[in-house]
C-alpha cells in the first residue's frame, strides 16, 4: 500500500509541475473563439479584397506577370521562382479578358485572414483571339503581411484549377 500511495504522490506531483509550467507560458488549455468581425469590418475587408482582386486581374489581362508575382503567398514564392512563374504564366494557352458582366464577383468570408473571391472570368485563347468562353472560378486569398495574397500554383493552372474550398 505504501508503494502505491507514493507512485500516486509521485504522479500527481508531476501533474502540479506541468500545470504550473503550463501556466507559466500562458498556454494552459482554454478554449478560445475567434470574434466574429463586425458589420463595419466586414465591409472594409470586402472593398480592400475587391481592389485586390481587381488590381491583380488587371495584371493578369496585362499579361504583367513579373508584378502578379509580388500578389503571391509566401507558400506559393516558396515552391515558385519569379522566373519559372512567368515562364509558366506566359506557356499558358489562355489569357483573362474581363469579369462576365451579369455576373459580379462574390467575397466568401471564412475568417478575417482568409476567404475567397468566386468570380465567372471571360477567357480567350492567346493565339486564336475569336475563341472565348466563360469560366466560374474560386481564388483563395490569405492575409499576409496586410496584404491580401493569391496561390500561384492555382494562377500557373488557370483556367482550369479549382481550389478545394471547405464548408464553413
Do not use: C
Not at 25 to 35: D, K, M, S, Y
Not at 40 to 47: D, S
Not at 121 to 141: G, N, P, T, W, Y
Amino acid at each position: 500500500m505504501d508503494r502505491t500511495q507514493s507512485m500516486l504522490a509521485q504522479v500527481l506531483r508531476t501533474l502540479l509541475i506541468v500545470a504550473v509550467l503550463l501556466a507559466g507560458r500562458g498556454t494552459f488549455l482554454v478554449e478560445v473563439q475567434a470574434r466574429t468581425p463586425t458589420p463595419m469590418e466586414m465591409e472594409a475587408i470586402h472593398v480592400e479584397t475587391q481592389k485586390a482582386f481587381e488590381e491583380f486581374l488587371q495584371l493578369w489581362q496585362e499579361e504583367r506577370y513579373f508584378e502578379m508575382y509580388e500578389f503571391g503567398r509566401r507558400q506559393s514564392k516558396e515552391l515558385l521562382g519569379l522566373e519559372e512563374y512567368a515562364t509558366r504564366m506566359v506557356e499558358l494557352d489562355w489569357v483573362p479578358v474581363q469579369l462576365a458582366p451579369e455576373k459580379p464577383p462574390v467575397v466568401s468570408f471564412r475568417f478575417q485572414t482568409m476567404l475567397y473571391v468566386e468570380a465567372t472570368i471571360v477567357f480567350r485563347h492567346k493565339s486564336m483571339v475569336d475563341l472565348q468562353f466563360e469560366r466560374s472560378q474560386a481564388f483563395l486569398l490569405l492575409k499576409e503581411d496586410g496584404k491580401w495574397r493569391f496561390d500561384l500554383l492555382q494562377m500557373i493552372r488557370s483556367p482550369f484549377y479549382v481550389p478545394v474550398a471547405s464548408n464553413p
